[in-house]
């Protein structure tokens, strides 16, 4: 007997007409973004070997994944993100092309969400990644894009936060934790969960870089973070972070205004090869990021290519829903009704081509027996034009 023949999975749903107009116009204007400022298109494959995912810069929790396996047996994974697949290519496929690459991708990405947290496990992201400059320019590039996007695809307010993924790796040096710590630690100060991460550090030791992990999370704000957190930890590598993401600071709030920008130093993305500046990009209506990336030197090494590269990913579905809650879209009707006479049938088929590509205009061809039958569609489906085809045109 047939259980869910009815139903999707969870974290999933059907995606009806208005929603995919929505979603259509939110890509639109993101592939023109990246399209005018020189970047190029790619796709990579829904399915990808599960080594792919699994490198010494980040992986992911095998728990969060869609697994299967191929004819010989060996694992695969529905992609759960498009930044490592694409330094797969570059460092295979794209290894001889000019640097740096500019490219971008719009595709789905499938990883299993925590069903508390009512998030959807099959993501359309579109994105862009910058890759083979480590040069500060190609920072703002990144930073300047994101906030161009955000700014271009709702008419809602948007925010922009910003920190150092290599902040949290360097004191997770200094500390010497396990793996698993690491990660703990992690979640703990993302979700700033500051209980129980204070309990864990707690059971650590005593230390300077113990009280400032404890303290990480709550290094948010305006410009004065960065004193608050010079006076945490100092050495030479977090010192030359903080005076660099001071400077991104500055020249962001140019771009923005200090009202939309926030520094978060407690700021650590999931995807844990991320080696310097972060962003997460917010709209008014949604109450997760909605955009979200950085800088990683060191994932592309990986799979023996060692150039560095930034770059971020949007979540179209969420811009698509904050956009149709605000103004709802209408499907539009057609803008004409094409009805046979029997034996006129291919007469018919010509008048509609003629329509759409002579005069642009959306054309049915009817299906009914009757021209009364058609009327009666043509007025549900809010069809203003009718054409009879016999001998002749004839309007009705």
Do not use: W
Request: aromatic share 10%.
């Amino acid at each position: 007997m047939r259980k869910y023949d009815l139903i999707t999975p969870e974290g999933t749903k059907d995606f009806l007409f208005e929603e995919c107009l929505v979603r259509r116009e939110a890509e639109k204007k993101i592939h023109d973004i990246f399209k005018s400022k020189g970047y190029y298109e790619l796709t990579t494959p829904a399915l990808e070997f599960y080594d792919v995912f699994h490198t010494e810069s980040g992986h992911y929790q095998q728990e969060r994944l869609y697994k299967l396996t191929d004819s010989k047996g060996r694992l695969l994974v529905m992609r759960p993100e498009s930044t490592m697949p694409i330094a797969r290519i570059v460092a295979t496929r794209l290894r001889d092309a000019a640097l740096p690459l500019r490219l971008f991708y719009n595709q789905s990405v499938y990883r299993f969400e925590s069903a508390l947290k009512g998030r959807s496990n099959e993501i359309v992201q579109a994105g862009m990644e910058l890759i083979g400059s480590a040069s500060h320019m190609a920072d703002l590039e990144m930073v300047s894009t994101a906030i161009e996007i955000l700014d271009s695809c709702t008419e809602t307010s948007f925010s922009l936060e910003i920190g150092d993924a290599g902040i949290f790796k360097e004191l997770m040096r200094e500390l010497n934790a396990t793996e698993d710590d690491r990660e703990n630690i992690r979640y703990l100060i993302e979700t700033k969960n500051y209980p129980a991460l204070n309990d864990m550090l707690d059971s650590m030791g005593d230390t300077p870089v113990i009280a400032s992990l404890k303290r990480l999370p709550a290094m948010f704000g305006g410009e004065e973070v960065f004193d608050k957190a010079a006076e945490l930890y100092s050495n030479e590598r977090i010192n030359i972070m903080l005076d660099d993401l001071r400077k991104m600071y500055e020249e962001v709030s140019k771009l923005i205004g200090n009202g939309r920008l926030t520094v978060d130093l407690g700021m650590v993305n999931n995807a844990d090869y991320y080696t310097g500046v972060i962003i997460k990009g917010y709209l008014e209506g949604y109450g997760e990021e909605v955009l979200s990336g950085g800088r990683y030197n060191k994932l592309l090494a990986d799979y023996g290519y060692d150039i560095p590269a930034t770059g971020f990913a949007v979540n179209i579905d969420a811009i698509a829903k904050i956009t149709f809650n605000k103004k709802p879209k209408e499907v539009c009707p057609a803008d004409v009704l094409v009805f046979a006479e029997e034996g006129f049938e291919m007469k018919a088929i010509e008048l509609s081509k003629k329509l759409r590509t002579e005069k642009n205009l959306v054309t049915e061809i009817a299906l009914s027996d009757t021209i009364d039958s058609a009327r009666e569609y043509a007025r549900d489906k809010k069809i203003g034009r009718i054409i009879v085809v016999d001998s002749e045109y004839t309007e009705v």
